[in-house]
Nanobody
Framework: QVQLVASGGGLVQAGGSLRLSCAASGRTFSRYAVGWFRQAPGQERVFVAVINSNTGSAYYADSVKGRFTISRDNAKNTVVYLQMNSLKPEDTAVYYC???????????????????WGQGTQVTVSS
């Protein structure tokens, strides 16, 4: 079992940047796909980005492609980052990281595909 702690959220002006972190405790992210999701008030939780365990390859939602980058700390493999640039007011949401015990090549983009979830971190982008 892996426990996740998300951090790095905050208030930023449009066009600014933030870096979110998802730290694993109890074990490393080896053999886990790690994804980021976000949930705005009154809306469903939606996929943002995922990084696969074996290849380190990443996949993004169209709404963030070219602005967000997901990466991992390869030295210890216990932290996954979400670098968010050129932020827009519509990026405002609670951001959640999630992990799934999966080392294949498909990209998991569904909420139900993930077994473990962090507590969420608020990102607010002002116009």
């Amino acid at each position: 079992q892996v426990q996740l702690v998300a951090s790095g959220g905050g208030l930023v002006q449009a066009g600014g940047s933030l870096r979110l972190s998802c730290a694993a405790s109890g074990r490393t992210f080896s053999r886990y796909a790690v994804g980021w999701f976000r949930q705005a008030p009154g809306q469903e939780r939606v996929f943002v980005a995922v990084i696969n365990s074996n290849t380190g390859s990443a996949y993004y939602a169209d709404s963030v492609k070219g602005r967000f980058t997901i990466s991992r700390d390869n030295a210890k493999n216990t932290v996954v980052y979400l670098q968010m640039n050129s932020l827009k007011p519509e990026d405002t949401a609670v951001y959640y990281c999630a992990a799934s015990y999966y080392s294949g090549t498909y990209y998991y983009t569904g909420v139900r595909q993930y077994d473990y979830w962090g507590q969420g971190t608020q990102v607010t982008v002002s116009s």
